[in-house]
């Protein structure tokens, strides 16, 4: 009986020992093959903090112009298209600097995301303005949930009034053109078209009024315009009367 525990203690204790063996037996045998591919790793981690720390050292100064530019708001699309990198490659470094500085971020349904820095000029507006970043993601879906439910009669309204507009257009310019020969126009051509202050023109897209004023100076705005807009109008923004007019097709 005593022999048949000391033959299974024997054979539990050859069961431990053989993997061990073999295993101290490949290290002895590949450690430098180990030891290369530890080295491997070690590097290529370096490689990639310093290429990351010198892609931060080039959006730096680009991050901190639109900071000062937009109170504080940046979208990864402004990033990249003013740095001129990747989508993936401004959504990493925003993220970056939201963590940094502890950043607030909103993701706007359909239109992507949005990172708010807190500046200076940004808690100045904080202080001017009604609006906080607490209560503006749920003011905005107010407006939406407003707008959807007025698009209806709002768009036939619209449509009805672009074409008595047009109209009277078209005979104003008639007249005009009977009697430039005796007499200079007293009206600008913007005086004579149909115009839209921010709150109307950003109902009519369907987005937040401060979407419109964010984007009213970019070359794009008339693109941008038209896609959202019901009857596919571009518009343009002007800074003499600061108001929004079609542009002619």
Not at 71 to 78: A, E, L, S, Y
Not at 122 to 151: G, M, R
Not at 166 to 188: G, H, K, L
Not at 193 to 209: C, D
Request: glycine content about 2%.
């Amino acid at each position: 009986m005593t022999g048949k525990v000391i033959d299974s203690g024997a054979t539990s204790f050859l069961v431990l020992i053989i993997p061990i063996a073999l295993i101290a037996v490949v290290v002895a045998t590949a450690w430098p093959i180990l030891l290369a591919l530890l080295l491997i790793i070690i590097i290529w981690q370096i490689i990639q903090q310093w290429q990351w720390q010198r892609f931060i050292n080039k959006v730096n100064p680009i991050f901190n112009q639109l900071l000062k530019d937009n109170n504080g708001c940046v979208t990864p699309v402004d990033l990249a298209m003013k740095a001129n990198v990747e989508g993936n490659q401004a959504n990493k470094f925003l993220d970056y600097k939201a963590t940094e500085f502890s950043a607030k971020s909103r993701e706007i349904p359909n239109q992507g995301k949005v990172y708010y820095f807190l500046t200076s000029s940004a808690v100045e507006n904080f202080f001017t303005e009604p609006d906080s970043l607490d209560n503006l993601e749920l003011e905005e879906e107010n407006d939406l949930a407003e707008s959807s439910e007025e698009i209806t009669t709002s768009s036939v309204a619209k449509t009805s009034n672009f074409s008595q507009v047009n109209s009277n257009v078209n005979r104003a310019t008639a007249t005009q053109r009977e009697v430039t020969s005796t007499s200079p126009p007293a009206n600008t051509e913007e005086d004579n078209q149909v115009s839209l202050i921010q709150a109307e023109l950003a109902r009519r897209l369907m987005v937040h009024p401060s979407t419109v004023g964010k984007r009213k100076l970019d070359p794009d705005f008339s693109q941008w315009s038209r896609k959202r807009d019901p009857e596919k109008i571009s518009w343009h923004y002007s800074d003499e009367t600061k108001l929004f007019y079609p542009l002619d097709e």
